[in-house]
């Protein structure tokens, strides 16, 4: 056999395998050193059969984690809708719908496809502990005495050194920790806002944003986003010279999943530099990405020091640590001063084990499984929903996170859906908590990072039943 | 011998073991029971022995503890005088000074009497580390978790339990944990107060409830407060009508020690009732009595909901943990929503900690030891100051906690003093932190919670000399 056809004969035969489903999509390929051992071949010539494999779009590499079967099927579900430039004054805070939601994501022996954690089950929680056990008897007088007030030089150290990864270049001295990306977010407000300021945020957006602006007596512009591309800077364009503030979450956005590109990240950095409001940069999902590489945020673009960057390990290894951060740019006296007068000091334990979770690469080894899994998790999801939902239904194409946007038939009401699925023992996160206006009532978030397995595609099946039903 | 003479013989021969120093001022005395044997006589006859000296004041009982040395040497200092009403627009904010006395209270190396927590040495540092072992285990998910924002029902439980000793009749419900008391300040103020509003406080008052207050946008009118009895309810009443909320520390405030007496709290809270204006209430130190019991905070007079009753562990365990709380009275909903919209949840895990030590016995061993050091300590530095110090300067007479107020001579700048101090590597708080006026520039807080030694005694001698050296 000549060497094209032997490769050619090798791409065939997976071709054929993905064809009939031996690797599913998903599925992680053989590495090409066992490729080459199973045909007895060149390395070479393994590579080329996988090359023709990717040009054909029917596997893609991932960084460091070798090929996986790529979605191959077409997609039967479009896109959901782009939500319109809304600010009507006469604004409904969806809070009574929200604390009804959030009520449940406590509730055990419901399927939470409403929560905006990962489950508990993902989580390396065992090796955190270990790391407990060991920094109690490093910390001086075991973590019982007063804190810096910036946090930990450690984590700080850890999270300057891992921000590189994606050139962003800050030192632990650029870095305050928080109490999550919540209490970044509600800093940074506090400290370049004030009561009837605007603030711009994508749509729909999460309720836990704009609650927090209200609280602080703020406005809120919701700004048309795409579920791919994220905000429609030509939009937010129209209204700058009615904003104080910006909060995006430009590395897949809750509930839309969009990652916003980086020519678009260079330019929304450039156009609030120019009229001087400060951008929220809310990038907690930024290290759970889909592709090959960890997205950029807006931060490295910016020269002024209006980007706010604020991160948290709370969507990728302990929620309840409450560990987060935030590079406030210019404004890193006034959230340090904030931070002093509402908490004097954080407990630094939390923030030491992350720490040491960074350093030794357990973080990395954790986040590249986890991704697998949630990217695994999504598949399984969006292929259910094809299969179980209503032939009308629009369905986003989150490029990392774990969350889903469900566009429904417009007749549904998810918020009077939901109390069908609670007493059905399923919680979901109806659309209209993510607006402040009167809209989304037929979309729900649906969250995948849950162990995907027999009841959980049940779950999905039933719920995709009681939609039916309700029309 | 007659049973009379017999007790008044054991009281003589204790009374001349007071008078030669073989029993120091501040020492406890051995138990009557002791005395019982140690005599051979009745329990009766120790008593009444006891009794005749607690007559003449020579000795003082403790709750549980039994009998101390009282303080009979006349005091050679009267007490600091009382600051005047005052409420100027040509405030001046302390912050600079503030800066710089903060940033030396991490400084190792130093006598840091500027420091605002006990001495890491006289906290139960490895039996609550023992309570973390325990706790990871037992904890749903390890506390990786998110947890109810209400906090931890098991503290809630235990500070409610607590809070019979002293009539608080609280139940869990009526609390919400917080991140300290600062931040269970920071809380309560959002709930009650906009920018404009104006807060009474005592004066001089802690540097930070001034602090938080400026960075709320409000005013701040500083109420004459005696360093026996607290707040001047005189004073205060012809203010009443200026005022939006009050926050004062009842029990042993903070720098000048002083004890509102009952009827002034329940005055106090009456005249606030009757005016609609809530009472932040800043009990953080009242488990640090030398008196025979715990005092009663304002929140046990309060029919109408208005006092919000704010404590911690801060002062007393672990200043680190953060563990503090509130039982906010009819501003809970607001509350219990603004601690949601800034942190999501509170980490539990030291929560869950403090509740174990307060269970088993271990909080009030803890306080009972802690007290009593704290309390002799005081003794020591009073008697040391009156020895050191010049002949002109005023002291207080704090009733528990572990601050002293001095008053010198009023040519003495401490914020220059500090300056000298801190080369000799000795800090203190100067007076200027404590109030937004210009005043109170001849004044300086002393924390007494560090370990009594010679070196210590030697550096309060140090201070002595170089406050006669600036005159």
């Known amino acids: 056999m000549k060497k094209e056809r032997l490769y050619l004969k090798i791409a065939n035969i997976i071709e054929e395998q993905i064809a009939n489903e031996t690797l599913k999509f998903g599925d992680k390929l053989p590495s090409i050193r066992t490729v080459q051992k199973i045909y007895n071949v060149s390395m070479n010539t393994a590579k080329q059969a996988f090359l023709k494999l990717e040009s054909k779009s029917l596997i893609e590499p991932r960084l460091r984690e070798g090929y996986f079967v790529s979605n191959t099927s077409p997609r039967r579900f479009p896109l959901p809708s782009v939500g319109k430039l809304l600010s009507s004054p006469d604004e409904k805070p969806p809070d009574d719908l929200i604390d009804k939601v959030v009520s449940s994501m406590t509730s055990e022996g419901i399927t939470r496809f409403s929560l905006g954690t990962p489950s508990a089950s993902m989580l390396p929680t065992a090796k ?3 790391g407990i056990f060991k920094k109690i008897r490093e910390l001086n007088n075991s973590g019982t005495s007063y804190h810096p007030v910036q946090g930990s030089a450690y984590l ?3 999270v300057s050194k891992w921000s590189m990864v994606y050139g962003g270049g800050l030192t632990e001295n650029d870095l305050i920790t928080t109490s999550g990306t919540m209490n970044a977010l509600f800093h940074c407000l506090l400290a370049v806002s004030k009561p009837g ?13 704009i609650q927090i602006a209200k609280s602080l007596g703020l406005h809120v512009i919701e700004i048309p986003s795409h579920p791919l591309t994220g905000v429609d800077l030509a939009a937010l364009k129209k209204v700058l010279h009615k904003i104080t503030v910006c909060c995006f979450t430009t590395n897949f956005s809750n509930p839309l999943g969009s990652l916003m590109p980086d020519n678009h990240k260079k330019e929304l950095v450039n156009m609030l530099a120019e009229y001087d409001i400060p951008l929220i940069e809310d990038d907690l999902y930024g290290n759970l990405f889909f592709g090959t590489e960890r997205p950029k945020p807006c931060k490295i673009f910016d020269k002024a020091g ?7 390990v709370s969507k990728t290894l302990a929620p309840g640590y409450r560990v987060g951060w935030v590079a406030p740019g210019r404004f890193k006296d006034k959230i340090m001063r904030h931070k002093l007068l509402q908490t004097i000091s954080a407990p630094i334990l939390y923030e030491e084990v992350i720490a040491d ?11 590249r499984n986890f991704r697998n899994r949630l990217y695994a998790n999504c598949l399984h999801f969006q292929r259910a929903i094809e299969e179980y939902f ?3 239904t629009k369905i986003s194409q989150p490029q990392g996170g774990f969350v889903l946007w469900l566009e429904l ?6 918020a009077k859906l939901y109390d069908t699925a609670i007493r059905k023992n399923i919680s979901f996160a109806p659309g209209r ?6 809209r989304y009532h037929n979309c729900m978030r649906l969250s995948f990072a849950l162990e995907w397995n027999d009841k959980l595609e049940n779950d999905l099946k039933r719920l995709g039943r009681i939609v039916k039903n309700s029309l």
Not at 197 to 209: C, H, I, R
Not at 306 to 312: G, N, P, Y
Not at 357 to 367: A, D, K, N, P
């Open 306 to 312: 209006i980007v706010m960057w604020c991160s948290s």
């Open 409 to 414: 038939d417009e007749r549904i009401d998810t």
């Open 197 to 209: 300021d605007t603030m711009a945020v994508e749509t729909p957006v999460f309720f836990g944003t």
């Open 156 to 158: 700080r150290r850890m």
């Open 390 to 392: 209503p032939d009308n």
């Open 128 to 130: 955190l502990n270990k």
């Open 357 to 367: 979770f960074m350093e030794h690469g357990r973080y990395e080894h954790h986040l």
């Open 433 to 438: 908590m993510f607006t402040l206006q009167e």
